[in-house]
């Protein structure tokens, strides 16, 4: 099984939350093919996703976590084409 590696844009808040350990689990829409043992680097964004909707620029603040996806659930509830992605540190 091929492992794939995803950059995703992380607000801070959240990002803070999965670097103290206390959130193992990213919510995301499903347009990557997300699997079970992919990597992905969550990049952690200096305005957050509300502030770029009203104008300000895409930044990255340099802090990056690298994690592995553990599962992938679709479904029970979950909006289509969206997925919870069980996630462990690298």
Request: with cysteine; proline share 3%.
């Amino acid at each position: 099984m091929a492992i794939d590696n995803h950059e995703l844009k992380t607000d801070s808040e959240p990002f803070q939350a999965s670097q103290w350990g206390w959130k193992s689990y990213e919510i995301r829409r499903n347009d990557r093919d997300f699997k079970m043992g992919d990597h992905i680097a969550l990049r952690e964004t200096k305005y957050s996703g509300e502030e770029m909707k009203n104008g300000k620029p895409l930044e990255y603040t340099g802090r990056v976590l690298g994690r592995t996806i553990t599962e992938v659930r679709t479904g029970y509830g979950i909006k289509d084409g969206w997925c919870i992605l069980g996630v462990a540190p690298l």
